[in-house]
């Protein structure tokens, strides 16, 4: 009975975890906007980077976690650190540092699902897509462009904002499918304080040539300690999860819901205007991701998990 309990407890805990993993995931433009008036992009991405490894280090001691076997795999985590970690969050903090706004960023870094979809279906990595899948991906799309479209102002993309930007998109989809296809799985928080000492290494050098100054102040502790806590330690790990359980098209397309529920929490806490028009994206968006996630279930059921809803999960990627 005891056993059954506590199958069903976990069965619970993974299917929660895409809804957990998107409410996280969402706040990293929120903190963005609390913490980068506040410091430079690289030197706060440095911080957040040592802070996270030291928490890690903590509570891999705690628990007395496994680190990976063999130098491949360390080699394997550290390159997809450089592009998950160092290679997008510097890209797109650096961009919104260069005047890109906040909806922009996530519009443009939102193509991830389709660039994923694209190279999946060319492939034949995992699957090829399904006519239903690329109607979610369109969807999905539609979806996005409704929700973030209207903050576009002329004059706010530069091509230094814009290539940033869209180094950070080619950067988080290289790493997932990266990441998919070399890492093996392993301890989370290993992996995690491997990757994020790869980043370290790339984003320190950076952080000492932008020679900016960081004002403590109580938004930038609140960003900082949710950065690490929230965000590295929670959201990428369950990142993490769902890659290492899941399809690298199913688990990407969660990112399709990470802008309405921005907006969702910036009209919250910001007072931002949530309209007709944010609304309809939302719900095309949902759509959408219902579409991509549900299709491969009948057509493959081992590819079935927590990035579904039901099932399987990845690998570390970290949000703004």
């Not at 069903?8 to 998107?22: G, S, W």
């Not at 995931?25 to 802070?51: K, N, Q």
């Not at 991830?112 to 239903?132: C, F, K, M, N, Y």
């Not at 369109?138 to 230094?160: C, H, I, M, Q, S």
Request: net charge positive; aromatic share 10%.
């Amino acid at each position: 009975m005891n056993t059954a309990n506590t199958g069903d407890r976990q069965a619970a805990l993974i299917a929660a975890m895409p809804v957990v993993f998107v409410l996280i995931w969402s706040t990293g433009f929120i903190v963005a906007r609390l913490g980068m008036p506040h410091a430079g992009p690289m030197g706060f991405l440095a911080w957040r980077y040592a802070l996270s490894i030291a928490a890690f280090l903590v509570w891999i001691a705690w628990a007395r976690a496994a680190w990976p076997r063999s130098r491949t795999q360390w080699a394997h985590l550290a390159v997809a650190g450089v592009l998950m970690h160092a290679g997008y969050l510097g890209g797109v903090w650096a961009a919104v540092k260069a005047g890109i706004g906040a909806g922009t960023s996530a519009l443009i870094v939102g193509f991830q699902p389709l660039l994923t979809a694209l190279w999946v279906s060319a492939t034949g990595a995992e699957h090829r897509i399904a006519a239903r899948q690329w109607l979610g991906l369109a969807l999905g799309l539609a979806g996005l462009l409704l929700v973030v479209g209207r903050k576009l102002d002329v004059g706010e993309v530069t091509p230094l904002n814009f290539a940033l930007v869209a180094g950070a998109l080619l950067a988080i989809t290289i790493g997932t499918l990266y990441q998919k296809r070399h890492v093996q799985p392993c301890d989370v928080r290993t992996a995690n304080t491997v990757q994020l000492g790869a980043a370290l290494v790339v984003t320190a050098p950076l952080a000492w040539w932008e020679d900016l100054p960081m004002q403590i102040n109580a938004e930038f502790v609140g960003a900082m300690a949710w950065s690490v806590f929230g965000l590295t330690l929670g959201g990428s790990s369950l990142l993490y999860l769902l890659i290492q359980r899941g399809a690298a098209t199913r688990v990407t397309s969660l990112l399709y819901l990470v802008p309405p529920t921005t907006a969702v929490m910036a009209w919250f806490i910001f007072g931002e205007p949530l309209g007709l028009q944010v609304l309809a994206g939302m719900a095309l968006t949902a759509l959408g991701v219902w579409l991509v996630v549900r299709a491969p279930a009948a057509a493959a059921p081992s590819d079935s998990g927590p990035a579904s809803g039901a099932g399987p999960a990845t690998s570390t990627k970290e949000t703004p």
